[in-house]
């Protein structure tokens, strides 16, 4: 072959790669993207069914109705009936805002719009869809409402769920906003600067400190040669950094169910550097740290990047809350559920049903296991300790008359100064029907002070209350 | 109405466009099979005339020649034809120092250079255009 | 045997009834204003692309597929274009009989006329010279001045240029052994080309320096003996680029709004977000013609035009018309490696890399792949300077299909 014909033949090739590479691009584009793509506000398309079909109610557990649309002469008004309490969770849906929430996740749904299958297409044709589907939340009204109250005045987020069902019954973040209101709030709410638009729940950030000891002891647990005695000295020194614990105070002799119940640093910052990172690390994903969590809502992953090439000084501070870790609400509450649950995590659940207008459930979320987060062993294991904080340790605030309540606090230094008071737990210890995690953003207090006795009011009234 | 009309003929569309790319891509390939191996290297050639899917027998495009071709209906020669206006034995083209040949070997209906029915042997040129049966060729001499 | 002769109907015939399919649904949509003329038009249009596609069998010994192809990416862009605006699909109605008139006008102007290789002053100079009346008469629009204007009509030179600039590179390459002789003969034309480029930069025409610069480098690549040369060429292609992101405010609005269109929905990312909600919204099968929005990405008919196909015909037929225009490419260098006359071979690569390369980019841009660049789709986008060139440069690459006068060859 001759030097001309097979420059031509390079040029074709190069150009050939160019349009295959379009093609493998768009249809990338198509399955992976589209989806997306499609749900944003500015889509022009997604209002176009908007004015045609009344968009469908939100209700909750009990059947109350939450949200709800109108006809206004000729489009339709929608409507939220209880103002900031379902900002986020429901969120909003307007033309000039946009959707957020429920309303953007499942949109879809609400309006009725099926999958584009050719029969789909036909049918709708044929019988044009003028309603949407009804949502029926996993959130109990009443508890919702009680979390917020409690809540009211602070910033931060609370999270409670049926450990085994994964249903979640109240999920509050604060500040919030009405969606009701939206329209002359705008510009507050886009100036404020401890964003209420940010559902703390799902995608808020924290350092967790103290709670995500229990990550540490259950991979403490899991480390059989580990020597799980420690004279603590009120402090310790790894690599020439200093590790205090809490008010300097000394705890003596203890071994691994002490130094849970008294949140003792030190054991946990020595026991981490011979436990190593990896340990902790896979532990921690195990329970959805470094996973996302798939959710009606759109949710933050939760960190702690033990891969990286971590001094000893950061294993410590990790095997504490502190330093690089950061963990959403959500994931902490999974967390809880998921000792709970005999150490199986369950897929958190908003959406209970989706109804059809006629009045038929067409859609249910069922329970369903993401993740062995500890066999049942270790789990029965933490679980005690956890008991044992609540009963005679830094938890005594969330203990409840005649109930087995497990738990942990936590106070999680930050950049902010003021740090974060961190509860999660679950009551019955035995066969728990609610975990919790609440914490309060930037309180300056310490979780078993502030964030315990909310989460122990939140526990009793759910046990009281919410019907399974 | 419409919309179910709009709807059923998206698919139709997309059918008619997919056969249309394939039965081209069909062609194209019969034309590349039927070119065989003579490419720009090759400098001394018959190339066929005639639309070669107007002929209802195989033929390709080129054929090269060597020192001797044969051309007829038959098995035995070089180039086989199967058209039934050309003999079982029809044509030679044969070189001799450089230049070639072309010679009717008594053929029943002749073959004409140029449009004239050659006689005897003829020195062929580029360019000139050989027709035996329904078929015409260009002799093409590159050297 | 006879299954042999029909093939070549199959093709054809799928085309007619592709196109009578759609001017039935086109009526069907718009059965409120009926009236005689569009229904003339369009059926005379579809005889017309029948007619010429067999009229062109018989004539040219050459290549078959090509002007078949291009009439099917007409058809489907027409289809698209009348749907979205009756009176805009009626003119191209029109471009479209005028563009094929052009393809026969000009494939036997080219072909009776011999000693096109040797007039590579006129080249350079008519392009010079269109240059400059660009500056002095053109129109600013997008940015770029590159529309002349003269009454209602209105054209860009740049579309004729191109062309200009392929049959340039080509009759020097055909001559190359002359200009090596002279003292920095290999530099004649890269200057001339960077004249070329430095006018379109004058004009703000981004787009098309891209379009230039991509020919001039792959010509280059396959026939220039001077290597180095190439890399010099490379190496002022990516001043140049660097040179109009930091010198051209569209451009650089350009590339931020590939980067993350999202951010400037409101405004400068509008364009190409809306083109991105109509892919998506479309799927696998589209909408179905009539049944979605295309009418909201602004300039849909001309640059955007393959994102409303996608939308209401389904990504499936854009697959579709990229592949078409892959076998048009195939099928323009298989042309060039068969025709034994250089000129010609030098000119069929150049207008299988022009129509390569326009089609790559703005599919590419409207697909957020690359940045976008505001050129047409060639036969599928509507306009008119871009519809006659493209049809010209179609009528070239017929003629190069076609085994050439050999006295000519033996010239050489």
């Known amino acids: 072959m001759n030097k001309e014909l097979k420059r031509i033949i390079i040029v074709l090739v190069g150009i050939c790669i160019l349009f295959v590479s379009l093609i493998v691009y768009l249809s990338y584009f198509q399955v992976f993207k589209a989806e997306i793509v499609k749900k944003n506000s500015y889509n022009k398309r997604l209002w176009i069914n908007e004015e045609k079909i009344l968009r469908g109610s939100i209700i909750d557990r009990n059947g109350k109705i939450l949200a709800y649309s109108e006809k206004n002469g000729e489009t339709y008004k929608r409507f939220y009936n209880y103002g900031n309490l379902y900002s986020h969770i429901i969120g909003y849906s307007y033309r000039e805002y946009g959707k957020v929430g429920l309303e953007l996740e499942y949109n879809n749904t609400l309006l009725n719009i099926s999958e584009s299958t050719p029969l789909n297409e036909l049918k709708n044709i044929v019988i044009p869809n003028t309603e949407g589907n009804t949502l029926k939340l996993t959130i109990d009204h009443h508890l919702q409402e009680y979390s917020r109250e409690l809540l009211k005045g602070r910033k931060g987020s609370i999270v409670a769920m049926n450990p085994k069902t994964g249903e979640v019954y109240s999920m509050v973040s604060l500040p919030d906003f009405n969606p009701s209101s939206l329209k002359e709030d705008w510009n507050n709410i886009m100036e404020d600067g401890d964003s209420p638009f940010l559902n703390r729940a799902t995608s808020g950030l924290y350092t967790p400190g103290s709670v995500f000891k229990v990550i540490s002891t259950i991979a403490a647990l899991e480390t059989p040669e580990l020597n799980k005695q420690y004279e603590c000295k009120g402090s310790t020194k790894i690599d020439g950094y200093t590790l205090e614990d809490y008010g300097g105070k000394a705890h003596g002799k203890v071994d691994l169910e002490e130094a849970l119940v008294k949140s003792c640093n030190s054991y946990f910052a020595e026991k981490s550097i011979i436990i190593g990172k990896d340990k902790i690390g896979e532990v921690a994903d195990r329970f959805m740290i470094n996973k996302s969590i798939s959710f009606d809502l759109p949710t933050k992953k939760s960190s702690f990047p033990y891969k990286e090439n971590l001094g000893k000084t950061d294993i410590a501070s990790a095997s504490i809350g502190q330093g690089k870790v950061l963990v959403t609400p959500l994931n902490m509450v999974l967390i809880a559920s998921g000792i709970g649950n005999k150490g199986q995590v369950v897929k958190p659940i908003l959406v209970k049903e989706t109804i059809s207008p006629e009045g038929t459930v067409i859609k249910a979320n069922s329970t369903q296991v993401i993740s062995d987060g500890a066999d049942v062993f270790t789990a029965n294991e933490i679980k005690n300790m956890m008991v044992e904080v609540v009963k005679r340790g830094t938890g005594t605030n969330a203990s409840i008359k005649g109930v087995r309540v497990a738990g942990k606090t936590g106070t999680a230094e930050n950049s902010s100064g003021k740090s974060h008071a961190w509860f999660i737990g679950f009551a019955p210890a035995d066969d728990p029907k609610i975990a919790i995690a609440v914490v309060l953003e930037e309180d300056g207090t310490t979780g078993g002070k502030t964030a315990a006795p909310i989460a122990r009011k939140i526990m009793i009234e759910a046990l009281n209350t919410v019907k399974e | 109405m419409y919309n179910i009309f709009s709807l059923i003929f998206k698919y139709i569309f997309i059918v008619i466009i997919y056969l249309f790319i394939l039965s081209i891509i069909r062609l194209i390939y019969l034309d590349i099979k039927g070119i065989g191996t003579v490419s720009l290297d090759n400098s001394i050639y018959l190339k066929l005339i005639n639309r070669k899917d107007s002929l209802p027998f195989k033929i390709k495009e080129y054929y090269s020649l060597e020192d001797f071709v044969s051309l007829g209906r038959g098995n035995e020669n070089k180039i086989i034809i199967k058209d039934p206006y050309i003999s079982k034995n029809h044509l030679k083209i044969v070189e001799d120092e450089g230049n070639y040949y072309l010679e009717d070997l008594n053929s029943a209906n002749g073959t004409y250079l140029n449009g004239d029915k050659i006689m005897d042997v003829v020195e062929l040129k580029n360019g000139d255009r050989i027709r035996v049966g329904q078929v015409e060729f260009l002799y093409v001499n590159r050297e | ?412």
């Open chain 3, 1 to 412: 045997m006879l299954n042999r002769n029909v093939n070549y109907k199959v093709p054809r015939n799928l085309l007619v009834l592709f196109e009578l399919m759609a001017l039935l649904l086109l009526f069907i949509y718009d059965k409120d204003n009926l009236d005689k003329t569009t229904f003339i038009s369009g059926i005379s249009l579809i005889f017309t692309i029948y007619i010429s596609n067999f009229i062109l069998l018989r004539i040219s010994t050459g290549d078959n597929y090509i002007f078949l192809i291009v009439t099917m990416l007409i058809s489907i862009g027409i289809i698209m274009i009348y749907r979205i605006d009756k009176t805009i699909g009626m003119k191209q109605v029109i471009w479209v009989g005028m563009g094929i008139i052009v393809f026969f006008i000009t494939y036997f102007i080219i072909k009776k006329i011999k000693g096109w290789k040797d007039w590579i002053l006129v080249y350079g100079i008519v392009s010079i010279v269109l240059f400059i009346l660009t500056l002095l008469l053109g129109t600013r629009t997008k940015g770029s001045i590159n529309w002349i204007s003269i009454g209602r009509f209105s054209f860009q030179p740049t579309e004729i240029i191109k062309l200009l600039m392929i049959f340039l590179i080509g009759s020097y390459y055909t001559n190359y052994e002359k200009y090596k002789e002279k003292k920095y003969g290999s530099y004649y034309l890269m200057g001339i080309i960077y004249v070329f480029i430095g006018f379109l930069f004058i004009q703000k025409d981004l787009g098309t320096v891209l379009i230039f610069y991509t020919i001039f480098i792959t010509l280059q690549f396959i026939y220039e003996e001077d290597r180095k040369l190439i890399l010099y060429n490379l190496l002022f292609f990516i001043v140049s680029g660097l040179a109009g992101f930091f010198m051209f405010d569209h451009v650089r609005i350009r590339f931020e709004t590939w980067i993350n269109p999202w951010a400037y929905i409101d405004n400068k990312g509008y364009q190409i977000t809306q083109s991105l909600f109509a892919i998506a919204e479309g799927g696998f099968f589209g909408t179905g013609i009539g049944l979605g929005h295309p009418d909201f990405i602004p300039e849909v008919h001309t640059d955007f035009i393959f994102s409303a196909i996608c939308e209401e015909m389904g990504i499936f037929t854009g697959i579709g018309i990229i592949m078409l225009f892959l076998i048009l490419v195939y099928r323009g260098f298989k042309i060039a490696i068969s025709q034994q006359d250089k000129f010609f071979r030098i000119v069929a690569l150049g207008i299988s890399i022009l129509f390569g390369i326009q089609a790559f980019i703005i599919f590419g841009g409207v697909l957020k792949m690359i940045p976008l660049t505001g050129i047409t789709i060639p036969f599928v986008s509507y306009g008119g300077s871009s519809m006659l060139s493209s049809f010209i440069a179609l009528g070239i690459l017929q003629v190069a299909s076609e085994e050439l006068d050999l006295e000519e060859v033996q010239n050489e």
